[in-house]
């Protein structure tokens, strides 16, 4: 076991804004009250080059979810005995060369549940009541004319993927008086809840949420078939991954009026943002990938991930562990 006097050293790759914004003071100096912990003081993403000279001698690197997990730091640091992610996503993390190294990878949970769900409302909302459209045209110095809205409830909402966000999400519109369509071939929904194939939610839905979990299999979920099935009234909703959306699909139904319009936290510019080609558009709503960006949501992430270094440099394994079974070199930190 570590002790005040060989204690654990620990390197954060965050850049010192996305280190105020993305992890805090709080976790910050519950990190440094059990580990000596060096910080990326470049206001940059480090190139692996530099990330792998830094990080040298450090037992643990907790990273910001830009930072790659790239072979090379697996390789080229042979005293690392666990990288974390204070982020659920762990895709840019070759965890493959992680494990065959016997590095411990760990991820966050999704505390950004609520901070993500408020936000698919309020861009429902917004695209309802057209207020986005609005405040545009006070601000450009005219005066816009009023325009129907749409109403939630009595609306339908097809949300595909019943996980963590869309459990709540369904939750949460059902009390709004909304119908709510599910489409997941892996789970189950009861009643009031609709289980749906994927071709009846598109057709009936007002609101289409996609919230699959990013992988091959759902790879441009959302392509030129889907958007053709939805309603031209109906609005695309995407807080989830910008990999579930074909933006150049999307592109071509928006010219074709073929859906009324998109909102976007994700897409596919980089660190999962809206691509600027699409945001700019009128009939789309977009913001940069803040979806879960509330005190509440990063503190508990950051939170999580202190606790799960704590865990670590005695040595055994934290929950959101991800290859514990490879994890070889965390017998180094028992004591």
């Known amino acids: 076991m570590t002790t005040a006097r060989n204690r654990a050293r620990v390197f954060l790759t965050h850049p010192p804004a996305a280190l105020a914004g993305y992890f805090g003071d709080r976790a910050l100096g519950e990190l440094r009250a059990f580990a000596d912990v060096t ?8 190139p692996m080059a530099e990330l792998v000279a830094a990080a040298a001698g450090h037992d643990v690197i907790i990273s910001y979810r830009q930072t790659p997990g790239e072979a090379v ?3 080229s640091l042979p005293d690392l005995v666990a990288f974390q992610r204070v982020a659920v996503d762990i895709r840019n993390i070759d965890v493959a ?4 190294h016997g590095v411990l ?8 549940v609520p901070a993500v769900v408020e936000w698919i409302l309020g861009a ?6 057209h207020i986005s459209d609005y405040t545009s045209t006070y601000r450009g110095g005219a005066v816009p004319g009023a325009r129907m809205g749409g109403q939630l409830q009595g609306a339908t909402l097809g949300v595909i993927g019943y996980g963590a966000i869309g459990t709540r999400l369904c939750t949460v519109a059902q009390a709004l008086g909304l119908r709510v369509l599910v489409h997941d071939p892996y789970k189950r929904v009861a009643p009031p809840l609709e289980q749906t194939e994927f071709a009846h939610l598109l057709s009936e839905s007002d609101f289409v949420v996609p919230l699959a979990v990013a992988t091959p299999e759902t790879e ?3 392509d030129a078939a889907a958007l053709a099935r939805m309603k031209p009234t109906a609005w695309l909703i995407n ?10 699909a999307l592109e071509r139904a928006l010219d074709a009026r073929r859906i009324a319009g998109a909102a976007m936290d994700v897409g596919r510019a980089p660190d999962q943002m809206p691509s600027p080609h699409l945001a700019r558009r009128t009939d789309v709503i977009a913001t940069p990938h803040i979806g879960g960006l509330t005190p509440q949501a990063i503190e508990h992430q950051a939170l999580e991930a202190v606790r799960q270094c704590a865990i670590i440099v005695r040595g055994d394994v934290p929950d959101g562990a991800v290859n514990a079974d490879q994890a070889t070199r965390l017998a180094r930190l028992r004591g």
Not at 39 to 46: A, D, G, I
Not at 105 to 112: D, E, I, Q, Y
Not at 124 to 129: G, L, S, T, V
Request: zero cysteines; a negative charge.
């Open 39 to 46: 910080l990326n003081t470049v206001e940059r993403e480090l």
């Open 73 to 75: 730091i697996f390789t």
């Open 97 to 100: 060369a992680a494990s065959a």
């Open 105 to 112: 990878v760990t991820r966050a949970s999704p505390g950004f």
């Open 124 to 129: 429902m909302i917004d695209a309802a009541r």
């Open 220 to 222: 441009n979920l959302i």
């Open 239 to 248: 807080a989830s991954r910008g990999n579930l959306v074909d933006e150049q």
